[in-house]
C-alpha cells in the first residue's frame, strides 16, 4: 500500500506562461523514502500539493495504489500532509490537536485514545498533551505537527520543509526522529526540502528539480558521484564541485583535458565514455570535487596528477576539514585538505587532481559526458 504513481504530470497555473511543474514522471514504491530538492520555485510544493489534492493537476494522470486520483478529494487520498508553518489549531490542547483528524473521520473514542498516546511517547510529548500550541516551543509544535499526520496512520506521508523553522540542533534531532518513525511505520514519505544535506540523509531516493523540470532521480550517493548534470553536479555537495572550462582532444590515442593553464593526460578509464561522446561537442566542463583536489606546498613536476601553479586566495577551516580557495588562472577552485597544513593567502602551492575521480559535462548542455560510475 501507498505506491503513487506520476505519469507525465503538469501544473500550469493560471496566467503564467511557463509551467510550475513540467513533466513530473515518476513511480514511487510502497514504503519508500523519497526526497524533492530543489532551489526556491523549481515546483516542490506544487508536485507535493497536486498529489495531496491540494491543486488541481493541468495535464497527465496521478495514481495512489494504482487507483486514479486525479480529482479524488485530498480527504479521500489516505494522505497525511506536515507544513513547514505547523498549522496547528490555536485553541486546542495538543492533545486536541493530535485527535482532530481522527475524530473528524469517526474514529472509536478509545482508539483515538490509544493512538495518541501512542504517538505522543513515540514523539516524548506525553507531557505536552494538556498544552495549547502557544505554551509550546517550536521544536514541540513541529512535533504536535508530526504527532498529528502520524496518528492518522495514513498510506502516505507527505511533508514540505517541515524542520526549516528549527534551529540546527533541533533540526538534527528531529531529522533523525523522522528517519526512524518512517522506517519503524514503514508508510511511504515524500519529502520536501531546498536543503542538500537534509536530501542526502533522509532519501532512500533524491529527485533534484530545476524550474519544474526534473534533473535526475537516484540514491544520495549516486547522487553525488554521478551526476547527470552540471546542475545536479553544483547543487549536491557542499562546498560544491569545482568547475573548469577547457577542451577534450585526442592526441595519439590519448584522451588529454586541456585549456590555457593545464593541460591534463586523462585515465583511460574514461576513454570508452569519450568515444561515444558526440565529435561536434568542443568545449566541457570538467568537474572536480574539493576532496578530490590536491595540493602541494610547491610546485613540483608530477604530470601523473598534472600539477600546475595556483595562487592561495584564502582559507576556511571548520574544525574537521580546512578549504584552501585557489586561483589557477581565471579558473577559481577549493581544495578540501589535511588542517595540518596550513596554507595562507598569496601561497603558490601546486594543485593537482584525483585524476579517477573527474567528471567532464558538454558546455552548452551541461549534460554529463564522462566521469562517475562508470570510470572509476
Ligand atoms: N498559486 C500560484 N499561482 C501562480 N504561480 C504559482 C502559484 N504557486 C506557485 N507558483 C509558482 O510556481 C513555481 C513553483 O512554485 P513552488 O511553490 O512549487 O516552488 P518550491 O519549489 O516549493 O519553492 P520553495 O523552495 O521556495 O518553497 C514558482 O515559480 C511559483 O512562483
Ligand atoms: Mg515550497
Known sequence: MGSITFNHVFKQYKGESRPAVNDFHLSIEEGEFLVLVGPSGCGKSTTLRMLAGLEEISDGELYIDEKFMNYVS?????????????????????????ALGLKLRKTPKYDIELRVNRVAKILEISHLLDRKPSQLSGGQKQRVALGRAIAREPQVFLMDEPLSNLDAKLRAQTRAEIIKLQSDLKRTMVYVTHDQ???????????????????????????????ANLFVAGFIGSPQMNFVEGNVTLEEGRYYFSNKRMKLLLPRAYDAQFEKMNRAVRNVVLGVRPEHVLLKPSEESDDENGFVASVVQMTEVTGADSYVYVAVGESKLIARTDPGISYSKDDIPAIGFNMKKLHFFDENTGVSLAGGGEAQ
Open 74 to 98: 485530498p480527504k479521500d487520498r489516505d494522505i497525511a500532509m506536515v507544513f513547514q508553518n505547523y498549522a496547528l489549531y490555536p485553541n486546542l490542547t495538543v492533545h486536541e490537536n493530535i
Open 197 to 227: 544535506v537534509e536530501a542526502m540523509t533522509m532519501g532512500t531516493r533524491i529527485v533534484v528539480m530545476k524550474d519544474g523540470v526534473i534533473q535526475q532521480v537516484a540514491p544520495p550517493r549516486q547522487l553525488y558521484d554521478e551526476p
